[in-house]
């Protein structure tokens, strides 16, 4: 199995920051991909940024020079950093990662989230 353990989460006034963290552990034999999806109330989820193992990065529009996503390969953890932060920004966070498992092959698995509110 593998787990998904966020922290960082909490109440930030507009145009603050906030760092997200998760670390990945279990079994698995190689992390591909990390990354961070949101949820806001009454929507979807969608994408925030994603990473890759080498170092690739993804974002969404709407946090692009405001959100970096980073990662740690050695400590299997990735980080947001979160600046100039919105009341649209309010939502869920949740951590994925893909990984790739022996005679499995690659699943992709989700932490449990961490909330993330921006007041105006």
């Known amino acids: 199995q593998v787990q998904l353990v966020e922290s960082g989460g909490g109440l930030v006034q507009a145009g603050g920051s906030l760092r997200l963290s998760c670390a990945a552990s279990?079994?698995?034999?190689?992390?591909?991909?990390m990354g961070w999806y949101r949820q806001a109330p009454g929507k979807q989820r969608e994408l925030v940024a994603t990473?890759?193992?080498?170092?690739?990065?993804n974002y969404a529009d709407s946090v692009k020079g405001r959100i970096t996503i980073s990662n740690d390969n050695a400590k299997n953890t990735v980080y947001l950093q979160m600046n100039s932060l919105k009341p649209e920004d309010t939502g869920t966070y949740y951590c994925?990662?893909?990984?790739?498992?022996?005679?499995?092959?690659?699943?992709?698995?989700w932490g449990k989230g961490t909330l993330v509110t921006v007041s105006s």
């Open positions: 994925t990662a893909k990984v790739k498992r022996i005679l499995i092959g690659i699943l992709n698995y």
């Open positions: 279990g079994s698995f034999s190689s992390l591909n991909e």
């Open positions: 990473i890759t193992s080498g170092g690739a990065t």
